[in-house]
């Protein structure tokens, strides 16, 4: 996979601890609030890590899975994510 850069590294982080938290992803605007930016940069920070294989979604869902908690999903109370 591709080196991320500092932020990407950061929202992929909050990514998996939320998803830790909640048992599903956090939306784009969660995203945008807990990084203080707009909707639209957190949305180029997700593709970036989609692109580089870090992220990748559920299939019929909007969930974004990390592929570092793939193998550990059945653990998670999973919460649809279908909004």
Not at 14 to 36: K, L, V
Not at 49 to 58: F, M, Q, S, T, V
Request: glycine fraction near 6%; include cysteine; aromatic fraction near 10%.
């Amino acid at each position: 996979m591709q080196k991320l850069t500092i932020p990407q590294e950061n929202i992929y982080d909050f990514i998996c601890d939320y998803w830790i938290e909640h048992g599903r992803s956090p939306t784009t605007q969660e995203i945008a609030d807990e990084f203080n930016m707009y909707p639209n940069g957190a949305t180029e920070h997700v593709k970036a890590l989609k692109r580089k294989g870090y992220l990748e979604n559920i299939t019929g869902t909007r969930c974004l899975l990390p592929i570092g908690l793939k193998a550990h999903i059945a653990e998670f109370q999973f919460v649809s994510c279908e909004s």
